[in-house]
């Protein structure tokens, strides 16, 4: 339904004048670069936004924000995020819940101290002190948080804008101090040399969640053959059964048998220690036609046969466990090595099935090295060169020239049975994009393995939406190592140890941490920097200052946003701890949504959520990832005001990124593009052209004056309260979910299938011909009034600004300066009356049915406007031809005439078949639909076609309807 603008009134401004037409200030355009932000000023200056979710009667409801990174530009992954948290927020506003949002920011970590050091000249660095660097990094996040804070409240996101939490604020500082303190405390901290992922391009440990696997990785493979110098007596036995005699001197046996391996990363080989087989699988002592025996697993001979190009003809089959305790000589260094028993982890799907083991370069070496009592050797410095205890290799690069030389050697000393190139997942760093590798150091760690099971049973009280996500992260806790939590960095909240300077003793404890979260608490992490160890340490060391020295390392900024609900839940007035609601990327089931699970649970025992809800990815119109590269990336600040080509990317206002945002199930990745945009800006059209028709019918309309009791109304008008209370409801269920592409799919056929296409059309003749104060028409405006008030509430949590901009310009004062205040919508019992709704049903469909028979005289051009048509219905079903006997006996005359219903000038019901047809249709099983042209005269100013005409001499174009009509006006 649109709005007509009628030629003939125009022509004949008098009978124009005499119909009622759309009067109000609600544009037909949203002209939102201008609207929206007045609106938004509008909220402030009423405290709608924040205090109205302050003052709330109802319990507290607290989404707890995860924290964006603060550097960079928005882009549409925090529009998916912030406005559904938003979405979520208004909605439980507006049912009376206490909402406090209190926006986050994760300030701290590497890439902020890159991009501070990136803006500064060799000089500059040279002169950069630890503590002028904190600064600068402070500012930096503190300049790019507020240029994000402006991008959230342009969205019409509503927070507490004015107390956001940060993760540099010294309160937020001291509260992560007490949680790493009391995690101490509980002994869930520890320090240990282990292998970490390793950074040499950052210079650091890295986290899981700060590791990125591209396609494409390929390694410098060799397959190495290690000669054996001892072997034990059983083995010797278990081989002479089978015919195979091993020399007994260690030169000869080293000639004779060779233990074979296989590794991605030569450049660990200088850091072998051991080599580990699995005692449960075969292992074949093959001959390689040149007079040696090599080892190897007995299910991959034929491979190897082949990729060594050797024939490897089997000799003797023994299990693993014999093969321990066999000695072999280190090929490129003065050592010799046992092979020992390994685990499950050595497997026959690549390799020799006999692992290369260097404790200091592997996860896996580690525990086997530990179960060995192997020394834990790394010859790799913090930035990847070989240190002095690599030998020969000292000096080089692992990740440059080190490879090459060592496989450059082995092939001197005879021990290289292959080279390869080798494609497989290799973790990088995600910030510099470069290859990491696995390096033992001393670092802090979090044992997760201490308070694994409660972890797991706190997964389990949660609600993970969707359900999928409880799998997910139970996997990843279940399975995951220990949390190391130290960085060498110096952008972050500082580990709070002190090292004795001779005896290496570390100094942590309650007098400690409470002394240094004191300090924070009032002067901020920089402290640690400013002041010595006589001021740092508690005061019952501070006579020994001396003997101590602070600790460097500062905390890994998961620990930082994962201590967030003991920063800010559990402290901010307001807030519930655990929060209702944890809503972020699915990725964060191993990033924030874990790291907020463990330290809550190594504190508290419980989950700091009570529900987890995850969303997707926003991808292109085609599913692919956004890139500058491929030209596709979607700015939601374009989206809002508009690109350089306003043809092309014209402004929509951040109510159409919003709409976009409900359209989609989140659940899994989404796509966004100009087509999407055109498309959700024609929905979002209709949305307003409606809202607009309804407020253009009540300018002269009063609820106090005018309205009609919902008990007195006709059946058309109560039948679309009744519909409106159905769809109401199932809004309100699509919100409690948090389904909110049911909202957008709701919405849209309610304003185009039921009121636009169906009450609405209708209506016209009722809202336009009538004289103003018709019992017809106010009837109408009641009902116009009742639904307009809800469904501005309904779009309020989605389209805020549109909901607003209604409730400012209803015609009719209401109690309510906002759509906020007036609550999520609610219908009265009055409203409801379902056995409307199989008559109606049937009255619809014989509409549509009509409607296509009229559209066929359209099409052949014998037809304009229906009122040009007569129609004889026929009924052919029981269930309609009772529908029209309802209609007759219970309709009110004035309204629920079905001619009036179907927009023709005559109807007839059953009688004689017509002689004259322009169309018919005799197949309907609901009935036979005939239509004729109406007879009689148009009238000119209802276009009715009537046989009354000109009967009266002031009016001789006029019917006799609009005679009357104009006597009463
Ligand atoms: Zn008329």
């Known amino acids: ?38 609106l938004q000023a509008l ?62 920011w994760d300030c701290h970590g590497l890439p902020i101290e890159l991009k501070v050091l990136q803006a500064m000249d060799q000089e500059q660095r040279r002169a950069l002190t630890p503590l002028k660097l904190r600064k600068k990094a402070a500012a930096y996040a503190r300049k790019q948080m507020e240029g994000q804070m402006a991008g959230f409240k342009r969205w019409g996101i509503w927070a507490d804008w004015d107390h956001p939490y940060l993760t540099l604020q010294k309160e937020y500082e001291a ?276 308070f694994r099971n409660e972890a797991l049973a706190a997964i389990d009280a949660v609600e993970w939406l969707p359900a999928s996500g409880r799998n997910r992260i139970e996997a990843m806790v279940a399975e995951r190592g220990d949390w190391c939590i130290s960085r060498q960095r110096t952008w972050g909240v500082p580990i709070p140890v002190f090292y004795h300077r001779s005896s290496g ?16 608490a009032e002067h901020g992490a920089d402290v640690w920097w400013e002041k010595d160890e006589s001021e740092l340490l508690p ?59 463990l330290t809550s649970v190594a504190v508290n025992g419980q ?56 359209s989609v199930d989140y659940s899994a990745d989404v796509p966004i593009g100009a087509g999407i945009l055109r498309q959700l800006a024609d929905v979002y059209r209709k949305v307003r052209n409606t809202a607009r028709y309804l407020l253009g019918n009540l300018h002269d309309f009063d609820p106090g004056r005018d309205a009609i009791p919902v008990e007195a109304l006709p059946l058309l008008d109560r039948w679309m309260l009744q519909r409106t209370a159905v769809v109401l409801d199932e809004i309100s269920d699509a ?50 009034a009742l639904i307009i008030e809800r469904l501005a509430g309904a779009i309020a949590p989605v389209l805020c600004h549109m909901a607003e901009d209604i409730w400012q310009n209803l015609p009719y004062a209401v109690a309510e300066d906002s759509v906020f205040r007036r609550g999520w919508p609610v219908v009265p019992d009055t409203w409801r009356n379902e056995s409307l709704n199989a008559p109606m049903q049937q009255l619809r469909d014989l509409r549509g049915a009509v409607n296509r028979v009229l559209e066929e005289c359209r099409g052949r051009q014998e037809l304009g406007a229906s009122l040009e ?14 529908a029209l006997t309802w209609l007759a006996d219970h309709g009110d005359p004035e309204v629920d005439g079905l001619r009036d219903w179907l927009l023709v000038s005559q109807l007839q019901l059953g009688g004689e078949p017509w002689a004259e047809l322009l169309a018919s249709d005799d197949a309907n099983p609901l009935a036979v639909i005939e239509v004729a042209r109406a007879r009689g005269e148009k009238c000119e100013r209802c276009w009715h076609y009537e046989s009354d005409i000109g009967q009266h001499a002031d009016h001789p174009s006029l019917c006799g309807r609009c005679v009357a009509v104009l006597k009463r006006r």
């Open 505 to 520: 003793e570390v100094l942590l404890n309650a007098d400690s941490i409470a002394h240094i979260q004191a300090l924070i």
């Open 607 to 662: 989950a700091p959520y009570r529900t987890v809800l995850t969303h997707g990815f926003a991808l292109d119109e085609k599913g692919r990832k956004m890139s500058k590269s491929l030209g596709n990336v979607v700015d939601p600040m374009v989206i809002i005001e508009g690109g350089k080509n306003q043809k092309q990317e014209p402004p929509y206002g951040a109510d159409v990124l919003r709409l976009w945002v409900s």
């Open 175 to 450: 509260a992560q101090i007490e949680v790493f303190g009391t995690m101490a405390l509980k002994g869930h901290i520890y320090r240990g040399l282990k292998p970490v992922h390793w950074s040499p391009s950052s210079r650091t440990a890295l986290a899981e969640a700060e590791l990125e696997y591209p396609d494409g990785h390929t390694s410098p493979s060799v397959y190495v053959a290690f000669p054996a110098v001892e072997a034990p007596q059983q083995l010797r036995a278990a081989l002479q059964d089978q015919g195979v005699d091993l020399p007994a001197d260690g030169d000869s046996l080293q000639s004779t048998l060779q233990v074979a391996i296989w590794t991605t990363t030569p450049w660990t080989l200088p850091a072998n220690l051991a080599v580990s087989v699995n005692d449960r699988l075969d292992y074949c002592l093959a001959d390689d036609g040149r007079g040696r025996l090599l080892i190897v697993a007995a299910d991959l001979r034929d491979t190897l046969s082949e990729k060594l190009g050797l024939p490897l003809a089997a000799k003797a089959v023994v299990k693993g466990a014999l093969l321990a305790g066999l000695a072999y000589r280190h090929p490129l260094l003065d050592r010799h090595c046992p092979v020992v028993i390994g685990g499950d982890y050595i497997t026959t799907e690549s390799g020799t099935g006999l692992v290369h083991t260097a404790p200091g370069h592997g996860v896996d070496d580690f525990n086997t090295g530990r179960k060995h009592d192997l020394p834990v050797l790394c010859p790799v410095d913090e930035a990847g060169t070989l240190t002095e205890e690599a030998g020969p290799f000292a000096g080089l690069n692992v990740l440059k020239d080190a490879n090459p030389a060592i496989i450059e050697a082995l092939e001197a000393a005879g021990a290289l049975l292959l080279q390869e190139s080798y494609g497989h997942r290799y973790p990088y760093d995600w910030r510099t994009k470069k290859p990491t590798i696995f390096r033992a150091t001393e670092q802090w760690f979090a044992s997760v393995e201490g």
């Open 539 to 597: 005061p019952s060391h501070q006579g020994e200052a001396a003997q101590w020295r602070k600790g460097t390392d500062t905390m890994d900024v998961w620990f930082d946003s994962g201590s967030s609900w003991a920063a800010v839940a559990s402290q901010r007035d307001g807030l519930s701890y655990p929060a209702d609601l944890y809503l972020e990327g699915s990725d964060q089931h191993r990033g924030w949504f874990q790291s907020s699970l």
């Open 735 to 784: 919100f409690e979910r948090y389904e909110f592409f049911r909202f957008f799919q709701l919405l849209q056929n309610y304003c185009v299938a039921d009121l636009s296409n169906f009450y609405l059309d209708i209506a016209k003749d009722r809202l336009y011909v009538s004289a103003p104060n018709d019992r017809r028409r106010r009837s109408c405006q009641t009902v116009m």
């Open 1 to 38: 339904m649109t709005e007509q603008t009628r030629p003939d009134a125009d022509a004949r401004p008098s009978y124009k004048d005499t119909l009622n037409l759309l009067e109000t200030g609600f544009g037909m355009r949203a002209n939102a670069i201008q609207r929206e932000p007045e």
């Open 869 to 882: 048509a007569a129609v004889r219905v026929d009924a052919r079903s029981a269930s309609l031809q009772s």
């Open 43 to 104: 909220w402030r200056e009423r405290g709608i936004d924040l205090e109205m979710g302050l003052s709330n009667p109802g319990p507290v409801f607290t989404l707890h924000d995860g924290p964006p990174y603060a550097n960079g530009a928005l882009h549409m992954g925090h529009a998916l995020n912030k406005v559904l948290k938003d979405i979520i927020n208004k909605h439980r506003l507006m049912q009376g819940r206490q909402v406090r949002f209190v926006p986050g």
